[in-house]
């Protein structure tokens, strides 16, 4: 996008002189220009070239002065005045512009630059005396935002505002634009994903809601999504992502901007060269994991010590060993292979559990994962057209056997300035994404279910062996029904998720203006968005797959959702002297439906079928399992007034109401308002701080909004009754019951108002620059489900009940620290800060322990019992006493915490919170070094303070174990408790051990890239060429739970390696 | 010109579009095009639509899962922890057993699972008898057979409920909004509610279409458990006024049942399971059964099947299929069961345990139709056996070839219990094992029905109110007795029947899954192994007399548990008669706790319960969600009220 601004740079610089606010309506007839921190920063694209040094001994004998001066006359300090080729005889201009410099001929070129501005080289010509005027950098001024139904220059923004541009979406390999945004923006929380085609959750300002969706709205290319998130779009065809995170800002988009506002622009064609980009990356990547089982030899130990404290009397000690007891525990009985290998630390007569081999059943189903990404572009345009078409593949193989993610993408946008006065755009998008799910535990009546072919593989014990003697496939490797073979396991699942997505954005603007002079600055806008989707997911299950159950199964599952959203909106801006008036009219109308159906059978005559023949020549009617259609609909509609006054470019004021109506509210409730203000205050153009060199730029803005949250699900309020269907004897009789969940006409729009005091700095000659924002919201009428007592019939119900508030500050900081000839070590820092309290619930100040909700206390806490350890034999006179009041105590069990005192651990008077669940800080951190070409960027992120339920180790002796200290006899300050050896479960309070800090600061990724220098390129004809390698996930910086990484909040993590170019010609 | 034209065309096609759209408001309407609404309740085809949910809620649903057996088997002397551990704190009254119950696993019942299901029951059946109640409709459909059935379902519910917990909430009316305070009824209140309801069921309903539909037989029988429930020890510190009245009540009652359900002529045909609606879960003997069927769009899962049978997968050459069911391994089978038969004269225990299967995983020296595993259930002192344990030792006599494994109940000769315990293996009580699932031998979907009310405990209903007449001093303890022998009449040998026979749901495969031939299903018990007697095809007769000289059986019982008087001897006796006949069918837990003697016998007989269980353990904890989720006079509880409100100890 720096080639492309190049030439509209001077038209943009001139236009602004004329009417600033012409300027900003402009950008929403063009592409939206991104922007790139680099070019931001003129720092560096001006910097004094050294190569081109001559002669110092040259002599300086002509003297020239100078004045320079802003676009409006005002003389300009600071500004550097270099010789060009020799910059050791630089000088910098006073405080009132002028300067005096001495040359060695008088033919020479001065270079002027200053950050902000545009460098300039003045040929002298012999003249002696120079006054030459500076325009700021359009770069800058081309930083633009997008609030909403329109895009505003970064300065005249007055809600809190955060973006990103595709050079950051470009930083780091992703196959999602959402998971480039992850701690890129301050406030911002997303979490990631591993399994191919996935996404994580995304978080604005943390939670508000306890029940109602909390993820954020999205809009693309003006058309607020009804569906789905941003996942269907190719990261590289997107121009910028702007997140408006205060409600002077969401409230823009009323009942659904509680949660946030997520908005991509697209890319589009631009005026100028055209411009073929290409853009491939290649990733290696292998699973890491955290979570380190116990090899053979620690866990056929843990499981004898597991048997004995199950039952002293009957089992011999861990550190006692007998063949014969190994032969029962180890049901030698049930899987002769997997107890020849325990016999071999019997071999000389005395137990040697190092002989034992252990099988690594998780690199039987590991793969190294291979993704390429490749993507295609052109974009060009003239005066009257403009157009923008790419075409992307994406191929990831996941690191995990039958796991992958293809999608295809492409995207074409057109704009047409048919006339002065009329102009005609559109933004098509497609995507088509097919993900091999591979195994997952959906749908399962097998033993044992776990979530993925790597989690089925940990299952299994690491002393058992895959094959028997003969060469046979063991179908319970270990002889323990509830944990089968994973061997072939890839051949015997199949879920497939394919996804086409075509998503559109269609305009009409006309110009009244260029019509008739005096409509001059009236605007009419038509905006259509349709999204479409179609999914499909087939499963298929043989029988002899880890989640079979002995009989082959498959189901098919289709679906498609429409929407659309239709918007008429009206401009007005105009200009009076020093006041500027925009105001900006809407009415909206959104429709949403979607329909699916599926069919789900058992019997599958081969397996070659898949879910493709389910028909009823090959499915008997006992074997059909289910089949199902079902519909759902819900509109919108809103009207929105807003209006932007700026004055003499220092005092800005945007305010706006909104109204929406929702239909799945109960009637009468529909309705609600949404109303906002915020203002700004530009100090840097004030008169005090005019002069004062260090400050660039400095904003102070203060915002209220109300938004609105009516994320329920469609027909809630209208209790829907659940058919089913009863045999009397085998007369099939219709039925029904009312739903669970007590019916609400009542249900009204979940209100928060949020209150955002927020500064803009730029200071140092730009050197440290950021945002601070503060921001404290209340939301009265929480609309929740709550379970409510079962004696009423019904378990639970949606009501507005109770308010949080909610308050935090939202702080990132850009500093170059090091700026010298051709190298730049810049750093980026985001950190947010967010607490949310419940203040009351549905009868005032009362606790509602079965929700979880406690006033003044997070939304999402740990409430149980707070662990003091575990019992040791010295406190055996204490435990006796828990004893005679009924509890179980026994040295090395788990020792909750009597909080009352009353020797005795009972749920009414023990239990307690915890901690809260929701971290209280989440930080991110870029350091980036730039040397002649080269970056090299470290990315952290982290989550800070705040606590993990792990369930703790239930050490039951029968499945596999992680490693962790536990107690024996001989090992009595241990961590965990003693393993009790039981079918089910071991200890009661195990889980109390589990509750932990989660904090953690993660090395997200490292990247190293060049540039090609210019003069290189030029032979080739590419205008661009960078080369970058990258390492994902390399490790923790520091993590509380080192069983887990807490940024996926899974054992398992992929770490890689990508290669890959963008190139442009 | 020409562009103020089109100008003005646009300007009226804008204001066409935001008007019309505007205008109608209609747009935010919801229509819900694929569900019906709660009015539907209100129509009379809803109330019978309503009645049928009910059914599914109040009598299929429960058997979907782990609380009913959890809470009715499990910790008696019938049962216990038969392998798997994930219900456990119900079978050993551990400090698991709690208002809270930390799930161990995803199979762990919570503590308001059971609490729950009854309740949601009770408001289905508060909103059928509202709506039937205000129907203007004349038909007997809704006047009388639909709320017949809401009072029936009510009253069921409240019955099981304060068997479980004691006092309890009692809610009959509907609730439209959110309601928090409740108190517990005392148990006075509900018995009360409980019988007025099956009274009016009872009035209500006719006769002609069971067992799958509540009848008033069903009706009667209810009613006069519901009487004998509140003459019973568990409620004497306040029963005194009603008692001799309802046990008055009881004998008419259960005389009229028994006219119209008798008995079936062979105990085995009972659970003789060939294919689902089969004639066994048509028999008259059947008053009510909760209703299950192959049809796969029905709701029902009766996953029962599952948990009483014994690992036999595991065993050398052995492997799971679909006849022997998939072992869960709940419900292991206590010696108490051993013992309280008269194993050569009562055909009970042979007809209600597996002791034989056949091996489905041959090799070397075994083939299909060798003999996999025989379970001998021989008698103490028995010295033939030397290990509780023997592989390829034992020979089968038909064929001479050695049986794979054998486990024996008092080896070598023996004469304490225990030593299966050692590992794990039982005989699985057979009564559920479903063969005809669909989706193969791991397939939790059973299509049974479980029968709720059979008229041989109608019998044992009615000798149980002989029995407590006659120590309340009227009639004698001898009038139980017909009532008693006529169950054990059909349970004692018939002439030339085959003692060896065996069936159970196994003889039922379905085709899925698994080849027939690797089917381990085997049509034989070892009544003669464990007896050691010749074979005989004579009858055999298990009438008692005089209520002086009870079977050995019951006489070793009764010896054990320290019973002296005439009526301790009698209810001993009544109550083995109970487990011999009703053995696992969810009733057990109930009855010792109703009668107060769940803590002898789960001591003696329990071995997993016998260290921990108290006095307190006849009640259930009221679970901590419901003590957590209401207020008091507007504020939540405080920690002391919700423990003034638990059960105590707990």
Known sequence: MKRMTIAVRPVLSILLLLSPLFYLHAQQDMAIAGRSKKSVDPFVRSAPDNRQAVNARASFAVPVTGKITDENGKGLPGVTVSIKGNNAKAVITNETGDFSISVPTGKETLVLTYIGYVAQEISLNNRTSVTIKMLQDSKALDDVVVIGYATVKKKDVTGSVAGISQQDIKSRPVTTALEAMQGKVAGVDITSNERPGTLGDITIRGVRSLTASNSPLFVVDGIPLSTGTIDNINPNDIEAIDILKDASATAIYGSRGANGVVIVTTKSGKNGKTTISVNSAVTFQKVHDYNVGMNSADYINYRRWAYYYSNPASFPRGDQPTLANDKFIFLASADPSAFANINKGWASGTWDGSKVATTDWKGMVTQTGITTDNQLSVSGGSDKIKAYGSFGYLNNKGTSLGQSFTRYTGKSSIDIAATKWFSMGSNISVSYGVQEFGQSGAGSSAVSASSSIYESARALFSYAVPYDSAGNRILYPGGDAAFKTIVNEQKYTKDQRTNLRAFGSFYTQLDFGAIAPVLKGLKYRLNFGPDFSVYRDGVFVDGQSVIGAGINRASLTKGQTFSYTLDNLLYYDKTIKQHNFGVTLLQSFTKFSADSSSIAALGIPFSSQLWNALTTTNITPANLTGYSSNLTQYQLLSYMARVNYGFADKYLLTASIRQDGSSVLGTGHKNAIFPSAAIAWRMNHENFLKNTPWVNDLKLRFGVGVTGNSAIAPYSTQGAVTPLFYPFINTTSAGSLPSGTLANQELEWERTTQYNLGIDFSLFNRRVSGAFDVYTSKTPNLLLLRAIPTVTGYTNIYANIGATANKGFDFSLTTINVKAAGFTWATTTNISYQKEHIVSLSNGKQNDINNLWFIDQRIGIIYGYKSAGIWHTSDSATYKQFNANGNVFSAGNVRPVDLNGDKKIDPNNDRTIIGNTRPNYIVGMTNTVSYKGFDLSIFLYGRLKYWYSTGGESLGGRPTQRVVNYYTELNQNSEYQKPIYTAGSGDPYSVILGYQNASFIKIRNISLSYNLPQASLKRTGLSTLRVYAQVANPGMLFSKIKQLDMDLVNAVSNRGVTLGINAAF | ?650
Not at chain 2, 23 to 46: P, Q
Not at chain 2, 251 to 278: Q, R
Not at chain 2, 365 to 385: C, E, H, K, S, W
Request: hydrophobic letters at 40%.
């Open chain 2, 1 to 650: 010109m020409k562009k103020y034209n089109f100008l003005i065309a646009v300007l009226l096609l804008l204001a066409t579009v935001i008007t019309t759209s505007s205008c109608k408001k209609s747009v935010l309407d919801e229509t819900l095009t694929t569900a019906r609404g709660m009015s539907y309740y209100a129509t009379d085809e809803g109330i019978t639509s309503l009645a049928t949910g009910a059914y599914f809620s109040t009598f299929a649903a429960p058997f979907n899962g782990e609380w009913y057996y959890s809470n009715t088997n499990y910790g008696t002397d019938e049962f216990h922890v038969g392998g798997d551990n994930s219900n456990a704190q119900n079978n050993a009254y551990s400090n698991g057993l709690a208002s809270i119950i930390t799930p161990i696993n995803s199979n762990t019942i919570l503590a308001n699972a059971q609490w729950d299901n009854l309740y949601l029951s009770i408001g289905y059946a508060n909103l059928i008898i509202q709506n039937a109640t205000a129907s203007a409709s004349a038909s007997n459909a809704i006047k009388k057979t639909a709320l017949g059935e809401g009072y029936f379902f009510r009253a069921y519910n409240y019955l099981r409920l304060v068997s479980q917990y004691g006092a309890v909430p009692l809610k009959t009316k509907v609730s439209t909004g959110i309601e928090l305070e409740f108190t517990r009824a005392a148990p006075a209140d509900v018995y009360a509610k409980i019988i007025s309801d099956f009274d009016s069921a009872y009035n209500l309903l006719s006769n002609g279409t069971g067992p799958a539909h509540i009848t008033k037989d069903a009706a009667a029988h209810y009613l006069a458990k519901a009487y004998l429930s509140r003459a019973s020890e568990i409620n004497d510190a306040w029963n005194a006024t009603t008692k001799a009245a309802d046990l008055a009540k009881i004998a008419p009652l259960c005389d009229a049942v028994i006219a119209s359900h008798p008995l079936a002529g062979n105990f085995a045909s009972l659970w003789a399971y060939t294919a689902p609606d089969g004639a066994n879960e048509r028999l008259p003997e059947i008053i009510l059964s909760a209703q299950f069927t192959a049809d796969a769009s029905t709701n029902g899962t009766n996953t029962q099947h599952l948990y009483y049978a014994s690992r036999y997968d595991d065993l050398p050459f052995m492997q799971r299929d679909l006849t022997s069911d998939r072992p869960f391994s709940r419900l292991g089978t206590n010696y108490y069961m051993y013992r309280v038969y008269d194993q050569v004269n009562d055909s009970r225990f042979w007809k209600s345990f597996k002791t034989k299967n056949l091996v489905n995983k041959p090799s070397a020296p075994y083939a299909l139709g060798d003999v996999g595993i025989m379970y001998v259930i021989n008698q103490p002192g028995d010295t033939r056996f030397p290990s509780y344990k023997l592989l390829n030792t034992v020979p089968y006599g038909p064929t001479g070839r050695p049986i794979a494994n054998v486990y024996v109940a008092y080896p070598n000769g023996n004469i304490n219990d225990g030593a299966l315990f050692a590992d794990v293996r039982f005989p699985s009580l057979s009564k559920f094992i479903d063969a005809s699932r669909v989706g193969g031998m791991n397939d939790t979907r059973g299509l049974r029905d479980i029968t709720l009310a059979r008229s041989a405990e109608t019998y044992l209903i009615a000798a149980e109110a002989k029995i407590r007449l006659a120590a309340a001093g009227t009639g004698s303890y001898a009038d139980a007795l017909p009532y008693i022998n006529a169950v054990r009449a059909r349970a004692q040998y018939q002439s030339g029947e085959n003692r060896a026979a065996y069936a159970d749901g196994g003889a039922a495969p379905s085709s899925n899954g698994q080849a027939v031939a690797l089917n381990s299903y085997m049509p034989e018990n070892s009544y003669y192994e464990s007896n050691n007697i010749p074979v005989s095809t004579t009858a055999t007769s298990l009438a008692v007399a005089s209520v002086a000289t009870l079977p050995a059986s019951d006489e070793g019982v009764i010896s054990k548990l320290g019973y002296t008087t005439p009526y301790d001897r009698m209810l001993c006796f009544l109550l083995n008669e109970r487990a011999r006949e009703l053995a696992g069918e969810f009733k057990r837990w109930e009855d010792l706790s109703r009668t107060k003697t769940l803590v002898a016998r789960a001591k003696a007989y329990n071995p997993d319960a016998a260290p921990n269980i108290k006095d307190i353990h006849m009640l259930r904890p009221i679970p901590q969600t419901f003590l957590d989720g209401i207020q008091s006079g507007g504020t939540a509880l405080s920690g002391t009220q919700k423990q003034t409100m638990q059960n105590p100890g707990y």
